[in-house]
């Protein structure tokens, strides 16, 4: 899709579908009984903030990639998430080959097609391929409508082999979202998957690039919490694990509510679950509007902005 | 709806003495029973809740009107007695009418038939809660099927707590994989009305085998939430094992409840299946 095109098909697409927002706050969703969860929203403000959610994949069932999203979008909207950024469409591949995360990619771009109101592409790539990386970014965020990179578990984040594409993502204003988890202190971890403290050691090298910390290490989210503490372009993304108690507290506690995101990592994971530990911990209201919505808004503007959009 | 489903709905709505046609609003009624609460600290985790009272108001202020709250001192400490009382004098003094204690047994200590036996006699508590991967035995141990069977004997339920965290992320001084539940298939037909709510399933049980999980189901098995994941988590679970019950658990406070209660919100359920969920299997399972 060209640049023209995509911009055209994201107006149209505003202007005729309901915000998940709007659908939260609709008539069925605030009767009692069909309303289980009402509590959770205290004041109901935060419910009609409308979630951007930094982590997602669409692994609903479905006959094309749009209608995958389809599925997605009506969870998403019980939820009061209003917009997602994907990557990665299945089948997952540790270490993809160009050809297949270019096949990903195509997956993402056919969704943005006609869910561009609604989701945000973060494009699929293996820096152990660098020149089809690097092209493949060219195709999806340059030339194309996706906003962000998503890197998982293909090349350890401290590998000198990312440098070419941050520098480029700089240049585009693309969002970086890289994976990390802590498996068994980092013992666990699959041969090339990163560690926060891997990623603090890519970002030392970038300053001023913002990063987004997937995962945050995961269930050891208090190491990943230390790790990036002293990278202020790093970013954590809260989702993908469990919601244990005192997670969110720790992160804004120590890296500031402007640089925590709220992420689920849907389909593996519950919208809700993730959810939860952001409504459910002790921050302010203030705080979990930034982590809800706010801070992603603002990351993601520079890179919208280059596209000619606000969000 | 499934059979079984729709007798332990039957079930739950004539003990409440509500009719089936008036299911949305037995939810309300009924209220919600939270299977999965534990009381103190997890060693490695300060938890949102400091204090009993803090627990309590929590709870209530999002419509719990029971608690099965077992304690964190179940799963570590030796003196298990002490930790029974403790647990069964801090819901009475503290636990603001909604906290039920559910005691532990290690099955590996001595005498351990008699924590059992002050579980019901001296505490007057209807379920135990067990922790075999802490503990140190499977479920084709022969001291669990004795367990099951005096617990059954004296109409006891049994929780068998799956898992507690993930144990990819463990301390590497308090690390315990997550309990297998496969034994249960042949334990289960060796103790007739057994009564089993197996705790943090996870992602190895509730999203694994299909096969087990349906049969652990068809052996009268119970599940609770508070570790199913997936996006529409309850609605996909119930119809990828029809008749499978599901109750209400937030693994509180070691997790954020809310966490839970947003799990009913994104799943689409029928007025029986929420009903079934918030606290019409935990009544049967009672009941049964």
Same mark, same amino acid.
Not at chain 1, 35 to 45: F, H, I, K, L, T
Not at chain 2, 52 to 66: E, N, S
């Given at each position: 899709?060209?640049?023209?095109?995509?911009?055209?098909?994201?107006?149209?697409?505003?202007?005729?579908?309901?915000?998940?927002?709007?659908?939260?706050?609709?008539?069925?969703?605030?009767?009692?009984?069909?309303?289980?969860?009402?509590?959770?929203?205290?004041?109901?403000?935060?419910?009609?903030?409308?979630?951007?959610?930094?982590?997602?994949?669409?692994?609903?069932?479905?006959?094309?990639?749009?209608?995958?999203?389809?599925?997605?979008?009506?969870?998403?909207?019980?939820?009061?998430?209003?917009?997602? @950024?994907? @990557?990665?469409?299945?089948?997952?591949?540790?270490?993809?080959?160009?050809?297949?995360?270019?096949?990903?990619?195509?997956?993402?771009?056919?969704?943005?097609?006609?869910?561009?109101?609604?989701?945000?592409?973060?494009? #699929?790539?293996?820096?152990?391929?660098?020149?089809?990386?690097?092209?493949?970014?060219?195709? @999806?965020?340059?030339?194309?409508?996706?906003?962000?990179?998503?890197?998982?578990?293909?090349?350890?984040?401290?590998?000198?082999?990312?440098?070419?594409?941050?520098?480029?993502?700089?240049?585009?204003?693309?969002?970086?979202?890289?994976?990390?988890?802590?498996?068994?202190?980092?013992?666990?971890?699959?041969?090339?998957?990163?560690?926060?403290?891997?990623?603090?050691?890519?970002?030392?090298?970038?300053?001023?690039?913002?990063?987004? @910390?997937?995962?945050?290490?995961?269930?050891?989210?208090?190491?990943?919490?230390?790790?990036?503490?002293?990278?202020?372009?790093? #970013?954590?993304?809260?989702?993908?694990?469990?919601?244990?108690?005192?997670?969110?507290?720790?992160?804004?506690?120590?890296?500031?509510?402007?640089?925590?995101? #709220?992420?689920?990592?849907?389909?593996?994971?519950?919208?809700?679950?993730?959810?939860?530990?952001?409504?459910?911990?002790?921050?302010?209201?203030?705080?979990?509007?930034?982590?809800?919505?706010?801070?992603?808004?603002?990351?993601?503007?520079?890179?919208?902005?280059?596209?000619?959009?606000?969000? | 709806?499934?059979?079984?489903?729709?007798?332990?709905?039957?079930?739950?709505?004539?003990?409440?003495?509500?009719?089936?046609?008036?299911?949305?609003?037995?939810?309300?009624?009924?209220?919600?029973?939270?299977?999965?609460?534990?009381?103190?600290?997890?060693?490695?985790?300060?938890?949102?809740?400091?204090?009993?009272?803090?627990?309590?108001?929590?709870?209530?202020?999002?419509?719990?009107?029971?608690?099965?709250?077992?304690?964190?001192?179940?799963?570590?400490?030796?003196?298990?007695?002490?930790?029974?009382?403790?647990?069964?004098?801090?819901?009475?003094?503290?636990?603001?009418?909604?906290?039920?204690?559910?005691?532990?047994?290690?099955?590996?200590?001595?005498?351990?038939?008699?924590?059992? !036996?002050?579980?019901?006699?001296?505490? !007057?508590?209807?379920?135990?809660?067990?922790?075999?991967?802490?503990?140190?035995?499977?479920?084709?141990?022969? +001291?669990?099927?004795?367990?099951?069977?005096?617990?059954?004997? +004296?109409?006891?339920?049994?929780?068998?707590?799956?898992?507690?965290?993930?144990?990819?992320?463990?301390?590497?001084?308090?690390?315990?994989?997550?309990?297998?539940?496969?034994?249960?298939?042949?334990?289960?037909?060796?103790?007739?009305?057994?009564?089993?709510?197996?705790?943090?399933?996870?992602?190895?049980?509730?999203?694994?085998?299909?096969?087990?999980?349906? !049969?652990?189901?068809?052996?009268?098995?119970?599940?609770?939430?508070?570790?199913?994941?997936?996006?529409?988590?309850?609605?996909?679970?119930?119809?990828?094992?029809?008749?499978? !019950?599901?109750?209400?658990?937030?693994?509180?406070?070691?997790?954020?409840?809310?966490?839970?209660?947003?799990?009913?919100?994104?799943?689409?359920?029928?007025?029986?299946?929420?009903?079934?969920?918030?606290?019409?299997?935990?009544?049967?399972?009672?009941?049964?």
């Amino acid at each position: 899709m060209n640049r023209r095109a995509f911009l055209h098909t994201s107006v149209l697409a505003a202007a005729t579908l309901p915000t998940a927002a709007q659908a939260a706050t609709s008539g069925s969703n605030l009767n009692p009984a069909n309303d289980p969860a009402a509590s959770v929203w205290g004041s109901g403000d935060l419910r009609k903030l409308g979630a951007w959610d930094i982590h997602s994949h669409v692994g609903t069932p479905g006959p094309t990639p749009a209608k995958r999203m389809e599925v997605l979008i009506k969870i998403a909207d019980r939820v009061g998430v209003e917009r997602l @950024c994907i @990557c990665m469409s299945p089948p997952w591949q540790y270490e993809p080959t160009p050809e297949q995360f270019r096949r990903s990619n195509d997956d993402v771009l056919a969704i943005l097609k006609e869910w561009s109101s609604r989701a945000f592409g973060l494009v #699929y790539l293996n820096a152990t391929h660098l020149q089809a990386s690097l092209d493949e970014l060219e195709r @999806c965020v340059n030339d194309g409508p996706m906003i962000g990179i998503k890197l998982w578990v293909g090349t350890r984040a401290n590998a000198a082999s990312l440098d070419p594409i941050v520098r480029r993502a700089s240049e585009l204003k693309a969002l970086i979202l890289q994976h990390t988890w802590i498996k068994q202190r980092g013992k666990g971890n699959l041969p090339h998957e990163s560690t926060p403290m891997e990623l603090a050691e890519l970002s030392g090298r970038h300053p001023g690039v913002p990063i987004v @910390c997937g995962h945050t290490g995961g269930g050891d989210w208090a190491l990943g919490i230390r790790a990036i503490r002293a990278r202020p372009d790093l #970013y954590a993304d809260l989702g993908g694990g469990d919601p244990v108690s005192g997670e969110v507290e720790m992160a804004v506690r120590e890296l500031g509510a402007n640089r925590v995101l #709220y992420g689920s990592d849907v389909h593996g994971r519950s919208f809700g679950s993730q959810l939860g530990r952001v409504l459910g911990a002790d921050i302010s209201d203030a705080d979990k509007r930034l982590i809800l919505r706010e801070n992603l808004r603002g990351l993601l503007l520079p890179a919208l902005r280059r596209k000619g959009l606000t969000g | 709806m499934e059979r079984r489903l729709f007798f332990a709905s039957a079930a739950a709505v004539a003990a409440s003495g509500l009719s089936s046609v008036a299911a949305p609003a037995a939810a309300a009624a009924v209220g919600l029973i939270d299977t999965n609460v534990t009381l103190n600290q997890w060693p490695i985790r300060q938890s949102w809740a400091p204090t009993p009272a803090a627990l309590v108001q929590r709870l209530k202020r999002h419509g719990v009107t029971r608690a099965w709250t077992g304690t964190f001192e179940g799963v570590l400490h030796t003196d298990m007695a002490g930790a029974n009382t403790r647990l069964a004098e801090t819901c009475q003094r503290e636990g603001g009418g909604i906290l039920e204690p559910i005691g532990s047994v290690n099955p590996t200590f001595p005498d351990w038939e008699d924590d059992i !036996r002050r579980c019901q006699e001296v505490h !007057r508590m209807r379920g135990l809660r067990l922790y075999p991967n802490y503990q140190g035995y499977a479920l084709d141990d022969e +001291r669990f099927v004795r367990l099951l069977k005096i617990a059954t004997d +004296r109409r006891l339920f049994i929780q068998i707590a799956l898992s507690i965290e993930d144990d990819r992320s463990q301390n590497p001084a308090l690390t315990a994989l997550p309990v297998q539940a496969g034994p249960l298939v042949e334990v289960l037909p060796k103790v007739p009305g057994a009564r089993l709510l197996l705790l943090n399933g996870g992602s190895r049980v509730l999203g694994g085998n299909i096969d087990l999980l349906q !049969r652990l189901s068809a052996a009268g098995v119970m599940f609770d939430l508070a570790t199913l994941e997936g996006v529409a988590g309850i609605e996909n679970l119930l119809r990828r094992v029809p008749g499978i !019950r599901v109750t209400f658990g937030s693994h509180s406070p070691y997790f954020y409840f809310e966490s839970a209660l947003l799990k009913l919100q994104e799943s689409v359920l029928s007025p029986t299946e929420l009903e079934a969920v918030r606290s019409g299997n935990a009544q049967a399972l009672l009941s049964a």
